[in-house]
Nanobody, 128 residues
Framework: QLQLVESGGGLVQPGGSLRLSCAAS????????IGWFRQAPGAEREGVSC????????NYADSVKGRFTISRDNAKNTVYLQMNNLRPEDTAVYYC?????????????????????WGQGTQVTVSS
């Protein structure tokens, strides 16, 4: 059974850091692109970052470039999102997702499109 489970969210002050984890089970996460998305109340879901299958190339939304870093630990079958210099506008529920589409295999991951598998989300709140 394929599952994605996010963890690591919480309350942090502006300028602080958090590391989110996405633990995969039922499949090897490096066979798929893995993306991090977020959704604030009343807003549409936004692609934040992703890591590609195969060579692990990464992609970032402009709003988080230079602040967030996505990485993968194949031994632990886990993808991480290191978030530094957090801002109040980063407040959202963060979801990880896997993209099983054949057209995305071994290509640079994208922050749009239909990711097929989703975790339950973890809340990140940035406030003083």
């Amino acid at each position: 059974q394929l599952q994605l489970v996010e963890s690591g969210g919480g309350l942090v002050q502006p300028g602080g850091s958090l590391r989110l984890s996405c633990a995969a089970s039922g499949f090897a996460s490096n066979y798929y692109a893995i993306g991090w998305f977020r959704q604030a109340p009343g807003a549409e879901r936004e692609g934040v970052s992703c890591i590609s299958s195969g060579d692990g190339r990464t992609n970032y939304a402009d709003s988080v470039k230079g602040r967030f870093t996505i990485s993968r630990d194949n031994a632990k079958n886990t993808v991480y999102l290191q978030m530094n210099n957090l801002r109040p506008e980063d407040t959202a529920v963060y979801y990880c997702a896997a993209d099983p589409r054949l057209s995305r295999l071994f290509r640079l991951c994208v922050l749009t499109g239909d990711y097929g598998y989703w975790g339950q989300g973890t809340q990140v709140t940035v406030s003083s």
